[in-house]
């Protein structure tokens, strides 16, 4: 079975702060990805990356970074954490053409 | 732009009886659609695939069909149990027939609830 791990569960920081979210997996996979949730608006991809040291902007990456200098894992850096940020955030992987493959989340609250 | 649509935020029906969730989209590129399921506090788990070749794809009590002219997709589930009440994501990709493509775009979701 493929295993997507998110490092928090719930996170809480301040605004202004800067805000690592890792996501590893366990597979090999080529392609990992980040996204958001939010009610109402379904997910919404924020970055994806195709190899090592490959990253692609997706549809809302702005306030957002990522990171990917090993395979198997894929961060999300918010620069300059603010309250809009605060919601789901999730990490997926995928390999060949099969479907893509999710973590748990990360609930995220700026305050 | 919403490209993936899916109009209906919540459903309701009764154990035993089928559930239908359907999903629009309007990028005739797309070629190759997904359904996942969410539970509160979890990750998306994929659910059932179709690629645009095919107009039906079965996999135990969930059927999935495409009606490519009109653009439209439907999860039927039967019997529907209280276990399948989660929040059903629709997903499409243009990337020709590697499914599960490197960029997915979903739609908002329904909330299916299925009372025993």
């Known amino acids: 079975d493929v295993k997507v791990t998110q490092s928090s569960r719930y996170l809480v920081k301040r605004t202004g702060e800067k805000v690592f979210l890792e996501c590893v997996q366990d597979?090999?996979?080529?392609?990992m990805f980040w996204y958001r949730q939010d009610p109402g608006l379904g997910l919404r991809l924020i970055y994806f990356?195709?190899?090592?040291?490959?990253?692609e902007k997706g549809d809302i990456p702005e306030g957002y970074s990522v990171s990917r200098e090993k395979k198997e894992r894929f961060s999300l850096i918010l620069e300059s954490a603010s309250t809009n940020q605060t919601s789901m955030y999730l990490c997926a992987s995928r390999a060949g053409d099969q479907p893509q493959h999710f973590g748990d989340g990360t609930r995220l609250s700026i305050l | 732009d919403q490209q993936v649509k899916q109009n209906s935020p919540s459903l309701s029906v009764q154990e035993g009886r089928i559930s239908i969730l359907n999903c629009d989209y309007t990028?005739?590129?797309?070629?190759?659609f997904l359904w996942y399921k969410k539970y509160p506090a979890e990750g998306p788990t994929f659910l059932i695939s179709?690629?645009?070749?095919?107009d039906k794809n079965e996999d135990g009590r969930f059927t999935v069909f495409l009606n490519k002219s009109a653009k439209h997709l439907s999860l039927h589930i039967v019997p529907s149990q209280p276990g399948d009440s989660a929040v059903y994501f629709c997903?499409?990709?243009?990337?020709?027939?590697?499914?599960?493509?490197?960029?997915?775009?979903f739609g908002k979701g329904t909330k299916l609830t299925v009372n025993p």
């Open positions: 597979m090999d996979h080529e392609n």
């Open positions: 990356s195709y190899d090592v040291k490959m990253k």
């Open positions: 990028n005739s590129m797309f070629d190759y």
């Open positions: 179709i690629s645009s070749i095919k």
């Open positions: 997903a499409a990709s243009a990337e020709g027939l590697s499914g599960g493509s490197e960029k997915l775009v």
